[in-house]
């Protein structure tokens, strides 16, 4: 066999590489064990959240295809954080599982340059007499597929081993045989592997569950969408809210030596940001309950997701641990909730294209590179999927930058910084976060999807003629005036809406969307905000080229100790550079700034280049 691209892994890092290979007119080969399994939510069917939308809509925005399956699978919408600021407000959309599953499958049946290949990779073939680049992929079964790139989407299954309690057996997720050979390969070719380790929750028979004694929370009416077209039965069902109680709480602590993580079992890193419930009873041992959200599979399905409730404790004791929440006196278990252990690979072993810096035309996506989650795996098979094409023709990679969004975040934190365990993304990590608003999205990054070719440019010049009824609105509001003060002023008080001012001013010459007239309040109301943001990011670009020649650094005050180390290793000619380093933090840079401040005064020197 020979294709210009080989995916291996179908799942949401794989779909998204796949996929956008495929539309940039080359020939890919979708290497996986069982084409059943594309599109899999092995843990909860839900896709967005704090920190996570925003990757979504930007994906969106960049031709990404993961919002658009969210949207035509919705159950439930629901904006988080509603009551706080336009930075953290993001959406969530609990999808039906086996109906997401069913159109990401035909999403990659349809696109006529994707052919699939039932197997399993085993070894990286390189050529060393050409630098190690990548010249095939060889399957265990023998095959092999000559190909000048390749995208790696494995999941959790590189050497994968699955817990229940302190029984283990050889799996990539329940009831899948792992990669046996793969990782053996990958460092052969010169790559680091960490080992981490993640779990999901028990899925429990609706039917068991007694809802009348849980809190119900209901979707968003009307129903709210990553793409702009909301599913159709994206309010068909809520969701609930249940909360573990002392009962529960005693029973994991007397049984801590059965949790393979306790016992020392598992040897791999797990996601501080999604604790099982051992960690969360042990680490806030002052917390008397936590909550626990009750999610349904699907509107066909009779089972409902625990979210929060991962656990590598045995069976056995799942039963009884259920059983002492609210609402689960009578509960049974369909699936139990286990531990997978899994290798992935030093993420800061990759350009910022997701290329591999031993084995050019390696590329690899998703939780192979040490992140947690559908989304943060998605946004990497994207890029990964567009540099491949790239480099197949020999064209310069491309990717968002960290100014640029939360996609640029991800990679620039994966790449420049390294990981130690599991990486999840959230609004915390960006620090123009109220510039890189869910919201916006498709005003940032559109262009740079059609650049890309994934973007139609239909669709952008729709984009840019928004982003112009957006512009000419805000300035509308504070052009004109009620009662002498302007539609901004009135906007930005605290019990005023858009729709109150328009009352007041009269509506707006063009026809607003909903999505546009909140993009306008946020612009309004938050305007002081956003222009102290814009200014600051507008300084640093300003700024990158500033020269460092000269300096000694342990003279430069506030510097972080690692930060120190590193300048004084790589010693980058500007602050840019000095940006870029892995290990100098945003506050280093600050203080290398103010010392050039100082030392030069007004005269300060700046590369012309």
């Given at each position: 066999?020979?294709?210009?691209?080989?995916?291996?892994?179908?799942?949401?890092?794989?779909?998204?590489?796949?996929?956008?290979?495929?539309?940039?007119?080359?020939?890919?080969?979708?290497?996986?064990?069982?084409?059943?399994?594309?599109?899999?939510?092995?843990?909860?069917?839900?896709?967005?959240?704090?920190?996570?939308?925003?990757?979504?809509?930007?994906?969106?925005?960049?031709?990404?295809?993961?919002?658009?399956?969210?949207?035509?699978?919705?159950?439930?919408?629901?904006?988080?954080?509603?009551?706080?600021?336009?930075?953290?407000?993001?959406?969530?959309?609990?999808?039906?599982?086996?109906?997401?599953?069913?159109?990401?499958?035909?999403?990659?049946?349809?696109?006529?340059?994707?052919?699939?290949?039932?197997?399993?990779?085993?070894?990286?073939?390189?050529?060393?007499?050409?630098?190690?680049?990548?010249?095939?992929?060889?399957?265990?079964?023998?095959?092999?597929?000559?190909?000048?790139?390749?995208?790696?989407?494995?999941?959790?299954?590189l050497t994968g081993i699955v817990w229940y309690g302190k029984r283990q057996r050889e799996a990539g997720r329940q009831g899948e045989p792992p990669a046996r050979h793969l990782s053996k390969s990958l460092r052969a070719t010169g790559h680091t592997l960490a080992r981490f380790k993640t779990g999901t929750p028990p899925r429990v028979r609706a039917q068991s569950v007694d809802f009348s004694v849980l809190n119900e929370i209901?979707?968003?009416r009307p129903a709210r969408s990553f793409s702009g077209t909301p599913g159709p039965r994206a309010t068909s069902t809520p969701t609930w809210i249940t909360h573990t109680t002392r009962d529960t709480h005693a029973l994991i602590e007397a049984n801590l030596e059965e949790s393979a993580m306790y016992a020392g079992e598992i040897e791999g890193r797990g996601p501080r940001y999604c604790p099982s419930i051992e960690d969360k009873?042990?680490?806030?041992?002052?917390?008397?309950?936590?909550?626990?959200?009750?999610?349904?599979?699907?509107?066909?399905?009779?089972?409902?997701?625990?979210?929060?409730?991962?656990?590598?404790?045995?069976?056995?004791?799942?039963?009884?641990?259920?059983?002492?929440?609210?609402?689960?006196?009578?509960?049974?278990?369909?699936?139990?909730?286990?531990?997978?252990?899994?290798?992935?690979?030093?993420?800061?072993?990759?350009?910022?294209?997701?290329?591999?810096?031993?084995?050019?035309?390696?590329?690899?996506?998703?939780?192979?590179?040490?992140?947690?989650?559908?989304?943060?795996?998605?946004?990497?098979?994207?890029?990964?999927?567009?540099?491949?094409?790239?480099?197949?023709?020999?064209?310069?990679?491309?990717?968002?930058?960290?100014?640029?969004?939360?996609?640029?975040?991800?990679?620039?934190?994966?790449?420049?910084?390294?990981?130690?365990?599991?990486?999840?993304?959230?609004?915390?990590?960006?620090?123009?976060?109220?510039?890189?608003?869910?919201?916006?999205?498709?005003?940032?990054?559109?262009?740079?999807?059609?650049?890309?070719?994934?973007?139609?440019?239909?669709?952008?010049?729709?984009?840019?003629?928004?982003?112009?009824?957006?512009?000419?609105?805000?300035?509308?509001?504070?052009?004109?005036?009620?009662?002498?003060?302007?539609?901004?002023?009135?906007?930005?008080?605290?019990?005023?809406?858009?729709?109150?001012?328009?009352?007041?001013?009269?509506?707006?010459?063009?026809?607003?969307?909903?999505?546009?007239?909140?993009?306008?309040?946020?612009?309004?109301?938050?305007?002081?905000?956003?222009?102290?943001?814009?200014?600051?990011?507008?300084?640093?670009?300003?700024?990158?080229?500033?020269?460092?020649?000269?300096?000694?650094?342990?003279?430069?005050?506030?510097?972080?100790?690692?930060?120190?180390?590193?300048?004084?290793?790589?010693?980058?000619?500007?602050?840019?550079?000095?940006?870029?380093?892995?290990?100098?933090?945003?506050?280093?840079?600050?203080?290398?700034?103010?010392?050039?401040?100082?030392?030069?005064?007004?005269?300060?020197?700046?590369?012309?280049?």
């Amino acid at each position: 066999m020979n294709t210009d691209v080989v995916v291996v892994g179908g799942g949401h890092a794989g779909i998204e590489a796949a996929h956008a290979a495929s539309r940039l007119g080359v020939q890919v080969i979708l290497v996986l064990p069982n084409p059943d399994k594309i599109g899999l939510m092995p843990c909860n069917p839900a896709i967005g959240g704090p920190g996570k939308s925003q990757l979504v809509f930007e994906l969106t925005a960049l031709g990404g295809v993961m919002g658009h399956l969210a949207d035509e699978t919705a159950i439930h919408t629901r904006v988080l954080n509603a009551s706080k600021g336009p930075a953290v407000q993001s959406l969530r959309v609990q999808s039906e599982r086996d109906a997401y599953a069913a159109a990401a499958r035909d999403l990659v049946e349809r696109a006529g340059a994707i052919a699939i290949v039932r197997g399993e990779v085993g070894a990286l073939e390189t050529d060393a007499t050409h630098g190690n680049r990548l010249v095939a992929v060889q399957l265990t079964d023998g095959r092999r597929i000559a190909t000048r790139t390749a995208v790696l989407c494995t999941g959790t299954f590189l050497t994968g081993i699955v817990w229940y309690g302190k029984r283990q057996r050889e799996a990539g997720r329940q009831g899948e045989p792992p990669a046996r050979h793969l990782s053996k390969s990958l460092r052969a070719t010169g790559h680091t592997l960490a080992r981490f380790k993640t779990g999901t929750p028990p899925r429990v028979r609706a039917q068991s569950v007694d809802f009348s004694v849980l809190n119900e929370i209901p979707p968003d009416r009307p129903a709210r969408s990553f793409s702009g077209t909301p599913g159709p039965r994206a309010t068909s069902t809520p969701t609930w809210i249940t909360h573990t109680t002392r009962d529960t709480h005693a029973l994991i602590e007397a049984n801590l030596e059965e949790s393979a993580m306790y016992a020392g079992e598992i040897e791999g890193r797990g996601p501080r940001y999604c604790p099982s419930i051992e960690d969360k009873v042990i680490r806030f041992a002052d917390k008397e309950r936590h909550i626990l959200f009750v999610e349904p599979d699907g509107t066909k399905t009779s089972e409902v997701y625990l979210q929060g409730f991962s656990s590598s404790l045995p069976p056995e004791l799942q039963d009884g641990m259920i059983r002492t929440l609210p609402g689960f006196e009578r509960a049974e278990i369909h699936r139990y909730a286990y531990a997978v252990e899994y290798d992935a690979l030093d993420p800061t072993n990759l350009t910022l294209s997701m290329m591999s810096r031993a084995v050019p035309g390696l590329f690899s996506a998703g939780q192979i590179n040490g992140t947690s989650g559908y989304e943060e795996a998605a946004v990497q098979g994207l890029v990964a999927g567009v540099n491949a094409v790239r480099y197949v023709e020999n064209r310069e990679p491309t990717w968002p930058t960290r100014d640029q969004g939360y996609v640029g975040v991800l990679l620039d934190d994966l790449v420049r910084w390294g990981i130690d365990e599991p990486y999840r993304m959230l609004t915390s990590r960006n620090e123009y976060r109220l510039l890189h608003r869910q919201d916006n999205a498709a005003h940032r990054l559109t262009d740079m999807g059609c650049s890309w070719g994934l973007v139609a440019a239909e669709t952008r010049d729709a984009v840019r003629t928004s982003k112009e009824r957006v512009d000419q609105e805000v300035d509308r509001l504070h052009n004109h005036y009620h009662q002498g003060k302007s539609g901004a002023a009135l906007l930005c008080r605290p019990d005023y809406s858009y729709e109150t001012v328009e009352e007041l001013l009269g509506p707006s010459p063009d026809r607003l969307t909903d999505g546009e007239k909140e993009e306008v309040e946020i612009l309004v109301k938050y305007s002081s905000y956003i222009d102290r943001n814009q200014r600051h990011l507008d300084e640093r670009a300003r700024l990158a080229n500033l020269r460092l020649t000269g300096i000694h650094y342990p003279e430069v005050p506030s510097l972080s100790s690692e930060g120190l180390e590193e300048l004084i290793r790589a010693r980058p000619q500007t602050l840019g550079a000095a940006q870029r380093l892995r290990g100098v933090r945003d506050s280093d840079v600050t203080a290398l700034l103010i010392h050039v401040k100082t030392r030069a005064g007004t005269g300060v020197s700046r590369e012309t280049s």
